[in-house]
């Protein structure tokens, strides 16, 4: 049996951001093209602002290694990538695409600065010792 | 190409290729729509980046393809989208929506697009953007005393896993077998299920954001009472309760959702039961349908055929050398006794202290003593890597080892799901396997499936495995879906769920009243027809 420890209080790191309240109306899309709906002032922010608690933050290389690619390299789903000096700017050419049955990464996954840092991490890094071939 | 078998070589001289031809891995261009000319497209795409930036407003070339990458066939190039746009706010989103709407571009919202089995960011109908919400990403609050969470589309289970973890949050995720990649807000507004009593993600979901196609925006439940502090608390609000219309439709772009999550419990005790014949499914269903029923066991219980779970770790080449027709059962059995498996592999938990759990295991050894099989713990499948993937999943943890299922066929890799739903009795499970096997052995393909035992329902996800790079395989595995969908049907089967290959089809097994329904309400939230046409079969 797993027996799970509770914490008895929990105490959340405020790291309250007032989020942006709503923009200026939006107005002039007028078209013969098409018909476009008339818009209203969002009203939503004003009436039960909300605060922001954690944005995702940018990650180094290997973080983005550990949270993504290591779910299937270090698992035995695909092939062992670290240690074995594989050219970056192939391997982030695969992540964009998708070789065969790896899904491909869009820049809204990882954004090409954590692109960057992750197949250069990868390129550089010592073989691994966890499960795969 | 084996994956297994990469070398630095083949890798770079994959990179190569793709340079020349990124098409080849991920998908062809799609056609504009009949009514925008290309200089009108090029309007929309100029006007989208200066709301979002040149960098998140994507057009119809080489830098389209993370986008265009499927694993569901696209026979006639129908799915592609031609371009993306990616958002940081509903700011930004209102000023997208008014330009789709002055030129009547479609937009096809996604998440983060990770419904492998449905489409991932393809499109029902061609001539689409996709509105990519990931970069909307924040965890607006998470509230520890009462379980809940409001997040923002691109959040994943990965990030809100780490954020719970660091501040040492007592709370668990639900999440599906795509964790790290997938999010909260995509797999709840597919009315996808996970693995923890939590499982039934659109249950536990609590109030709405959601930007209408007029750009309005909306707030459901309790969402819009001024001073309101109960929007992740009380999910039905007052009136007519409208949460489900944002759910596998086109009505709206929601941009937050509230969610419950489950409290840590002081135990947790995972369990397989192994059967090691096919027909033992008949008497399993029937007996562990009244644990479900009562919540004795109080999870979401999956049970796994054998080649589903092999197919997670390894390829068919390297078990069997005959690539034409099925794959003979007297192999997957020798495998699955290799892997520790049975034909069938049924996975539940139970959670509470360990009185409680104590006080429950006699129940279930003494229920399912009666059928055949092995009920099993971490005493005697502690380490085996299909009992390990399955533990995880039931506590909310995250894992990606199902995507090995993939590249089974080897090749570009290629899978469609289709998903029918029946009455949790044996029988009917029985029946569904036997046409389900009939059907894939007609078209060549393995019988790879889960059951999912939910509180009063069966979900037989039927995965069609296939290389998408052999144009022959690619077409058999969209007639394999077809006649599985239309004979499924006849026998009163519906699907609970479909990919972009099949939304027309299912939507008119559920009939004209129900279709005319969704089209009047389209036609009056949406009469430029700008969001999603096509989905669930809705235009």
């Known amino acids: 049996m797993i027996k799970l420890r509770l914490k008895k209080r929990v105490m959340l790191e405020p790291r309250w951001a007032i989020v942006l309240l709503a923009a200026a109306m939006l107005s002039g899309c007028g078209s013969e093209q098409g018909v476009p709906p008339e818009f209203t002032e969002p009203q939503v922010d004003t009436l039960n602002p909300i605060k922001v608690t954690a944005a995702a ?3 180094d290389g290997a973080q983005v290694y550990r949270q993504t690619c290591a779910y299937c390299h270090e698992h035995n789903v695909g092939p062992k990538i670290l240690g074995r000096n594989y050219p970056a700017d192939a391997m982030a050419m695969i992540v964009r695409s998708g070789l065969n049955g790896m899904p491909s990464f869009r ?11 992750v197949t250069e991490y990868v390129a550089t890094s010592a073989a691994s010792t966890g499960a795969g071939s | 190409m084996n994956d297994l078998d990469i070398s630095r070589r083949s890798l770079l001289g994959a990179g190569l290729a793709l340079a020349g031809a990124p098409a080849f891995a991920a998908g062809r261009a ?35 393809a993370p986008y265009r990458k499927s694993y569901v ?38 998440s983060t697009g990770r419904n492998f089995g449905y489409g991932a960011t393809t499109t029902a109908r061609p001539g689409q953007f996709i509105l990519d919400l990931k970069r909307m990403n924040r965890i607006l609050s998470v509230d520890p005393e009462m379980g809940t969470a409001l997040v923002e589309p691109g959040v994943t289970y990965q990030q809100l896993h780490d954020y719970l973890r660091d501040n040492n949050i007592p709370l668990w995720l639900d999440v599906p077998t795509i964790g790290p990649i997938a999010s909260p807000v995509g797999n709840t507004l597919d009315r996808g299920v996970g693995y923890t009593p939590y499982g039934e993600h659109f249950m536990v979901q609590c109030g709405m954001e959601v930007v209408l196609p007029s750009g309005e925006v909306m707030r459901t439940g309790m969402g819009s009472i001024e001073g309101s502090n109960t929007w992740q608390n009380f999910k039905w609000g007052y009136g007519p309760y409208v949460d489900g219309l944002f759910t596998q439709s086109n009505f709206g772009i929601v941009t937050k959702m509230g969610m419950w999550l489950m409290p840590r419990p002081p135990a947790f005790k995972p369990f397989v039961f192994r059967n090691q014949t096919f027909e033992g499914l008949t008497a399993l269903i029937d007996a562990i349908r009244p644990l479900r029923v009562g919540s004795v066991i109080p999870n979401g219980i999956l049970t796994m055929g054998a080649l589903y779970q092999v197919s997670m770790f390894r390829s068919r080449a390297e078990i069997y050398d005959n690539p034409a027709g099925t794959l003979p059962d ?42 055949e099989g092995e009920l099993l713990t971490e005493a005697e499948m502690g380490g085996n890597r299909y009992f390990e993937h399955h ?9 990606l080892e199902e995507l090995g299922i993939l590249k089974w066929r080897g090749g570009a890799g290629g ?4 998903a029918p739903v029946a009455q949790p009795r044996g029988s009917e499970a029985t029946a569904q396997s036997a046409l389900a096997k009939e059907i894939l052995a007609k078209f060549g393909f393995d019988y790879a499936v889960a059951y999912a035992i939910g509180w009063r329902d069966l979900h037989h996800i039927i995965f069609i495995q296939y290389d998408k790079a052999d144009k022959q395989q690619e077409r058999k595995a969209m007639d394999c879906y077809v006649e599985m969908a239309t004979r499924f049907a006849e026998r009163g089967w519906g699907s609970y769920r479909t990919g972009v290959q099949g939304m027309d089809l299912v939507a008119r097994q559920f009939g004209k009243v129900n279709q005319r329904f969704n089209k009047t309400l389209k036609d009056a939230i949406d009469p430029n027809g700008i969001i999603a046409p096509g989905k669930s079969g809705i235009v």
């Open chain 1, 107 to 117: 820049a809204t996954d990882i954004t090409d600065a954590e692109l960057k840092a």
């Open chain 2, 73 to 110: 066939p696209d026979i006639d190039g129908q799915h592609a989208p031609i371009g993306a746009v990616a958002p940081e706010s509903v700011e930004q989103v209102q000023a997208i929506l008014a330009v789709a709407n002055t030129y009547r571009q479609p937009l096809w919202p996604v």
């Open chain 2, 391 to 399: 533990k995880t999943l039931m506590m909310g943890g995250m894992s």
């Open chain 2, 415 to 418: 899978m469609l799901c289709f």
């Open chain 2, 30 to 64: 799609a056609p504009l729509p009949d009514h925008i000319d290309r200089s009108t497209y090029d309007q929309i795409l100029r006007e989208f980046r200066s709301i979002v930036g040149d960098q998140w407003a994507i057009g119809n070339d080489d830098n389209l």
């Open chain 2, 330 to 371: 007297d192999i997957l059995r020798r495998i699955a006794a290799e892997e520790g498996l049975g034909m069938w592999n049924t996975y539940f938990g139970l959670y509470g202290t360990e009185q409680t759990i104590a006080a429950t295991e006699p129940v279930l050894r003494a229920v399912l003593g009666q059928v």
């Open chain 1, 57 to 59: 933050a940018v990650r």
